[in-house]
């Protein structure tokens, strides 16, 4: 007999903001959080603007211990989202009375957080001025020389994807089983999944999931726009990303972090703590077709779908509003709009979807956390947040797409489909909890 | 609940292109490791790595395929040769091995073709360096006089007609360096459609690429899956960060074979190496039905984190006694029944100090286990060095030998360390850990298969 995982907490930072009630507000009036680059000058970059966190500072509490001095820009956003979900889920503090405090070793993390970003200016220095022009390659000497005297250890090492678990660990004092995965833009989704299934085999009580990842930086940004991947318009960031529409052409890159409390659900009514929503369906596959381009049919994205509804026990017909991968760009938009038409048959016209990165750019590993947060926040509040920027009806995207005005709904059941780059799709079930199913 | 089971071993080492290579030369004794060749490192305080063969990348993969060999990093080379070797020694007809045997028609005897959606793929990844050297062939084409980048003209051509500094790169460039890019070469090379993860937890990756694979098929959602994990470091950037990290010996340039000594008294340090393995792991009912070798049975995992700052180890060992103690109750064993322990033995004193203090906690009956540790042997290849550990403890008990422990002469305090291939006494269970540096614990608990 498997645990049921209930979510007990959470909490996000993000382009739209830090606390789940301003971004939540932000959300369903359809804001934007995309603007000008700010992080470095990007003016003649192809692309330059992005979904940025705003003047983001680390909380004072983090740096008093000084175990957190030299972490990336994405480790911080996890640090005050996680700092806000075990805050929401009424769990001790550390060093609480040993009656209150949890099983360190019950206590398990599972991120699909990114790796972070090199340090530019040194980095790039160092490599061009050992350079040699002569024989057009770089001296591996000269470079070795120079950048054991201008690198960092620490800041070396906290580009580690698997660095900000570490320092959540420290923070929380969770010593339980502890994962990272990087399986590009389905990431965190397919982290929530594996950490609910720890939960359901008993292997911890709760678990610290989600993800953080911050691109936005002159390599990152180099990267997607090398791939074509990035809408280039840039005389007008916050429209530019245009989830399903017929004229969109391209995501938006974001950054941010968002984590959730996640508990066997016998742990958390002993404890009383308030339960927020039910992850009832998990489902992952590959599309094994090629790391350039989905599989055209949707194959990968229809498996984890109907992998995710089957886990649950459900029927399409189930499902009450599916946030979608919803890039922005050509190729997924169509591709998901398939997918789910495959699985969904008939019913796929009677269910909302929406895309919140119209609105809050693409968080890369971190999007499924924040994409799973919104869709709790739709059950509690019968809210469905717009797909914003949505005026051209495309042929090949007939769903209903929630267009540009959040709607209130019966929502009880929601679907959140996350798919990366390389192929790897994963999909989450999250239910309004009932004590008696 | 489904047994899961090993049916096929893949690996790639300084020993070696496949596991059969990688066990012979554990067999030997004698170190892998050499002075570093693959790129002048004079500038460095250590210039020792474990260096795998050279390889064509493309003799390893179906023709089809061969344009895709050119966006894969050093790291997703390795990963693609340990599949091939893993696929092959499980006869698991993928459909890349359909096309290079040319027809499901001209397979050899014994070999199965497979659903496709019911194998999955979780290969663990570590953290990919851009190669400094084709980056650099393009930043210097953004270069101010002062060797900085201009970013002005690394976005956009200085001149019209001419290309901006970041044009430079292939417009692929990005996917040479994603670490899920392990898994999704794999994964399209042999079609597999299951779940896929890329755990990316530092030398703790192959154990936990393991154990989440494994409960894939334990809970029904796929019979068979690719497992594993590489990673090279031995590239500027890796011997410059673990230089940093004080990780590395320094005293071992003149005798590589002799440089890295785990749980030995006189370590002094790891040495960079790069490898890994892949594994075929599947539901037991299934490989006995095709009639598949099996080299062991997973019989427990268990994970677990330091909660210390980088680079510090668990002092107490509390954390990796909690993971190994949870396989070992998973597989409902005593101490007393495991005959081989494969910790993660870096060669770095205060982590090897912490090792044995796990191993007490949990071991502390008689007989004592064997303790074995490779990294004086292949180096720490990252994401790749638990996955080479899991391999020899599979063909441990497939072999009934115990490997000797290379470069361990003068054992720390509290182990039994062979110095000669073991094959006295029956192995019946062999228990392997990893800690990364960053604090995640893996083990996995191996038994043989009766």
Redesign the interface.
Known sequence: MRNRVVITGMGWVTPLGETLEEVWKRLTSGESGIAPITL???????TTFAAEVKNFQLPERFMKSG?HREISRATGFSLEAARQAWTQAGLPEAGAPSAAAVD??QV??YLGSG?AALEF?PF??T?????D?AA???D?????????GV????R????????T??HL??EF????????????CAAST?ALG?AA?IIR?G?AQVMISGGAHSMIH??GV???????ALSTLNDNPSRACRPFDATRSGFVIGEGAGVLILEALAHAQQRRANILAEIVGYG?????????DQHPEG??AV?AIR?ALRDANMKPEDIDYINAHGTGTKENDSTETQAIKTVFGPHAKQVPISSIKSMMGHLIAAAGAVEAITCVLAIRDGMLPPTANYAVPDPECDLDYVPNKARPAKVDVTMSNSF?????NDTLIIRRFSNSS | MRRVVITGLGSVSPFGLSAEDFWRGLMSGKSGIGPLTSFNAAGFPSRVAGIVPPFRTSDYVPKSYRKATKIMARDIELAVVAADGAVRSARLATRGMVEVFGGAQALPTGWKVVDPTRVGCNIGAGLICADLNEMTSALIKARNPDSSLNLATWGHPAEPGKTSGMENLTPLWLLKYLPNMLACHVSIIHDTQGPSNTITCGQASAGLALTEACRTIQRGNADVALVGGCESVTHPVGLMRWSLLKRLTTTGNDDPAQACKPLDKAASGTVIGEGGAVLVIEELEMARARGAVIYAEIAGLGASATGQPVGQCDATGESMAYAMKKALSEAAIGPDEIQLIIPPGYGIPAADAADIKAIHQVVSSRPQPWVVALRGATGDCGAGSQALDIVAAAMALHQQTVPPGINTLHPLDGINVPHAPQTNSPLHHVLVAASSMAGQNSTVLLKKYR
């Open positions: 470095f000058d990007a003016r003649t970059f192809p175990r360190p070793y398990g993390i790796d200016v790039t220095t490599a061009i001025s050992s350079w022009d057009s390659r770089l591996t000497v000269k470079w070795g020389t120079r950048a054991l690198f960092n250890a620490l070396e090492i906290e580009q580690e994807p698997c660095m678990a570490n660990s420290m004092n969770a010593r339980g089983p502890t994962f990272n995965c990087l399986t590009a397919q594996e299934e085999r292997d002159p390599f180099t990267g997607f726009n090398r791939l074509t992952s596959s590959a599309d094994a077709y090629r790391v350039t194959r990968g498996v992998e990366g780059f390389g192929g790897q």
